[in-house]
């Protein structure tokens, strides 16, 4: 599964929880009354590359696309599943196979045409076979492997899309009448409503009419952008600015009072923080561009600006990974492989308690962009994650990891000429290598060299086990632990030799795994929670950070806020009279 990079700043101030942040609470005094202008201004640091949702790559485009578009299911702003186009949640099958959903009938395009279920069979039919960044969201449905495999031209598939072609029609999917769609999954998969519910990605309905007419550029139009969403695109002007206006007579609600919404594309961060403070701006933070910590730090020494500010855990992590399987197919090698039992579960727990991860937090995002990861791999305010301080391999214990690295490796033999490969794409990677390289060497007395590799060739290398220590990451597709753990260990994984970083793999753990997988989330969180711990236990991965972003709020701005994935939607801002 593709991943997505570049989650924004984030924050760690001591006994700070922020699960879903909004503007109503930051404890600003809020005026009443209604402005009689209500359109919302804020920055985005680059022009969208695509709105289509088949396509949609990066957390910016997202967070615009998914007031443009719906999908049958969609997250609440606490991260809870609801019916959105779908009347109701969706029955399901005793097996857990086949799940049938009814839809609304009030549903209409912002062009007027009206939606059936035969329009979300072409789009998902159409996303599956893009093969786009999320189109995995879609994968439990029956005959996705077949649709995702048949590599086809743009032009061509328009035209087998346009014949339901068995190449690009996933057998699992099915519209008996206008407003049913019937799921057929390959198996029970807990996962899949979390998985076609996130926004603006694989699952969202697009219009065949509009899309027939110009495949590949119907979304770069104003006139063609069509979605069912609240909002529509009025005006696009690359490089310089996006224009929507509300949907009036939106079938959905809350219904919008935000008529207009213009985002500006500003580069400079602190460009953008000027105008922000200026007016001209009455937010900064959305669509995963806020204050760089250097402004962040500033605000918080004003106390008017501190009141506007507000920091989001998000929904990254970032930790670091060794190489754990030695075979001819895996050329890292090392003194981390599981085939050398205590010996090298100490040395990996032994690079883990060398790291003072609050001293890396302060010196890598000045306790802004950045907080240590010590409630597991699963980030705080997601399914999953295990609580504050819970992460044994977080605590930072230089004497027993000095004790342990000369148990293990006494004459310094294992440990010597060790590398430590990152790419330098993300702004994090460097400092973050340096300052590991500094405490292992501190902390450790391990000497471990650094060495960078351009982005595509390092993750090309390091999923085939290239690498012995090596910068790791993942950002959460949809609210969910399958995503986390079906994608990182285990057989479903490709460990411990296909496109696998760490090579981990047991019987355990996938067994586990696939129990959980099957089961609704509310039976399956104690066994993903046991599968944190297995990780754990075995020292898979050394903890390092989760992301934060930081959003600026005018006190006029009503409802405006972020969770852990996403944004809130545009029809739940309103602006006060100021």
Known sequence: MLR??????????????????????????????????QTLRFPI???????????????????????????????????????????????MSSDGLTYTFKLRQDVTFSNGDKLTAKDVVYSWNRAAAMQGPFATNLSAIEGYDHVATNQVSSSALEGLLEKNDPSVTMTGLTAPDDFTVVVKLTGA???????????????????????????????NKPETLVGTGAYKMTAHTADQSLDFGAITGWWGRPKPTLTAIQVNVVSDPTAALARYEGGTFDLYGYAAYGPAPADVA??????????????????????????????AKRPAGGPFTLDQGNIS?????????SIDRAKLAKDLCSNIACVPATGGIIPKGLVGYLGDGSDPLAVFDPVKARSLRSLADPDGTKTKDLVYTYDPENPFNEPAAKLL????LDNLGVTVKLQSIPHSRFITERLKGTYVLSRDGWSADYNHPQDW??????????????????????????????????????????????????????????PLFYTVNAFMFKPYVLGAGSNNMFDYWWNQIQITSH
């Open 4 to 37: 997505r990079g570049g989650a924004w700043p984030f924050a760690a101030l001591a006994g700070l929880v922020l699960i879903a942040c909004s503007s109503g609470s930051t404890g600003t005094p809020q005026p009443t009354g209604l402005a009689s202008q």
């Open 45 to 91: 640091q680059h022009d969208v590359s695509t709105l289509d949702p088949a396509m949609i790559d990066s957390e910016a485009e997202a967070a615009i696309a998914q007031n443009i578009f719906d999908g049958l299911l969609k997250f609440d702003s606490n991260l809870n599943i609801s019916p959105d186009i779908a009347a109701a949640l969706p029955t």
């Open 189 to 219: 998969a807990g996962w899949f409503e979390s998985a076609i519910a996130q926004p603006a990605t694989a699952g969202m309905v697009v219009d065949p009419k509009v899309v027939k007419a110009d495949f590949d550029n119907w979304w």
């Open 298 to 327: 500033k605000i918080q020494a004003k106390p008017a600006e501190k009141s506007q500010l507000v920091l989001e855990v998000k929904n990254k992590t970032y930790f670091v990974s060794f190489n754990m399987v030695a075979d």
């Open 345 to 353: 579960h100490n040395l990996r727990l032994a690079f883990n308690l």
């Open 437 to 440: 390289q500094a405490q292992w």
């Open 485 to 542: 753990f079906d994608n990182l260990y285990g057989a479903s994984a490709g460990c411990p030799d296909v496109s696998c970083t760490t090579g981990y793999d047991t019987k355990s753990y996938d067994q586990l795994l696939a129990k959980a997988n099957a089961e609704p989330l509310s039976a399956a969180i104690a066994d993903y929670k046991t599968l944190s711990h297995q990780l754990i236990d075995d020292v898979v991965y050394i």
